[in-house]
């Protein structure tokens, strides 16, 4: 069984952050990842909030946090986490075809969408609807597509899918959007982008891929029919703490609880990033929650 000081399960910025504190702090480090590099912030368009740069795309800037790690001889695996178990002296990390041994492990998997909670909605995944507007947005060249939520993300996905659609619908179930003001001031200046509030989404039709869905005012009960191509529901996250669930580490919303050095109840268990327990979701609040985690364990194993 292969053995490290330290294993980061999840690679978004603060798996990859933990793990250039650990790296640099010479710890045998093993990043587990079951998808791209750098976590959402791949899917982001566009950054305007990283400290030092005006604006950056999600992509670039993912992988340069990808390509330092590697720089600094980390090793980095593909694999799905099942289960981490505690035992006195050790940790034992289970992926779908194998396990490693550790001295301390990281949890940095974040979160995932939520779904919109329609009975036939993953018929469609892939066949029109999606999460990533960066990774999609060049199917629907000159398309009508439609954007289901309210906040920055919703926000941020219509404006920038708007450079490419012939029309985006931004459906959100309340009056007001919760997105910040610069937001919703830069996207009502955009002609093609058409807002439907307070509207939820009841029905999704279509043969092989979507072809259109249908809309209902939740006051009024008013229905109505919109012919779209695409569907980028952005209604929240959840946090991907499911192979955890047995260590009572939790609290009721599935966020991990943790110090301020990001360790859990059990000695040896960390975690960083939007998969805590915290106030603020950012890329660089998860940095911060990385670096913190991964230099405690550094000390630690220093005694």
Excluded at 110 to 130: F, W
Excluded at 145 to 162: C, F, P, Q, R, T
Aim: proline letters at 4%; aromatic letters at 8%.
């Amino acid at each position: 069984m292969e053995s490290y000081d330290v294993i980061i399960i999840g690679a978004g910025p603060a798996g990859l952050s933990a793990a250039l504190y650990a790296l640099r702090g010479n710890l045998k480090t093993l990043i587990l990842e079951n998808d791209t590099p750098g976590g959402k912030v791949v899917k982001t368009s566009e950054i305007t909030n990283w400290p030092g740069i005006i604006q950056v795309d999600g992509p670039t800037l993912a992988y340069n946090m990808y390509e330092q790690v590697l720089s600094l001889n980390a090793v980095y695996k593909y694999g799905r986490v099942i289960k981490i178990q505690n035992r006195k002296k050790d940790k034992i990390v289970y992926t779908d075809d194998s396990k490693y041994k550790t001295k301390a492990v990281i949890i940095a998997t974040g979160t995932v969408y939520k779904k919109i909670g329609l009975e036939n909605e993953d018929k469609y995944y892939g066949r029109g609807i999606s999460y990533c507007a960066v990774c999609d947005a060049k199917l629907y060249q000159g398309k009508n597509i439609a954007v289901l939520g309210g906040g920055d993300s919703a926000l941020k996905e219509a404006i920038y899918l708007s450079n490419f659609a012939n029309e985006v619908v931004l459906i959100h179930r309340r009056d007001s959007f919760r997105a910040s003001p610069d937001l919703i001031d830069k996207m009502i200046k955009i002609p093609n982008i058409l807002c439907k509030t307070p509207y939820v989404i009841k029905k999704i039709t279509g043969k092989e891929a979507i072809e259109g869905i249908t809309i209902e005012n939740p006051d009024t009960k008013d229905q109505l029919y919109l012919s779209i191509d695409g569907l980028f529901p952005f209604i929240g996250s959840t946090p991907a703490t499911d192979f955890v669930q047995d260590l009572g580490i939790l609290n009721e919303q599935g966020y991990v609880l943790v110090n301020e050095h990001m360790e859990t109840t059990i000695p040896g268990i960390y975690a960083a990033g939007d998969v805590i327990a915290k106030e603020l979701r950012q890329i660089v609040t998860a940095c911060n929650d990385g670096a913190i985690a991964a230099q405690h364990i550094v000390e630690n194993l220093k005694i």
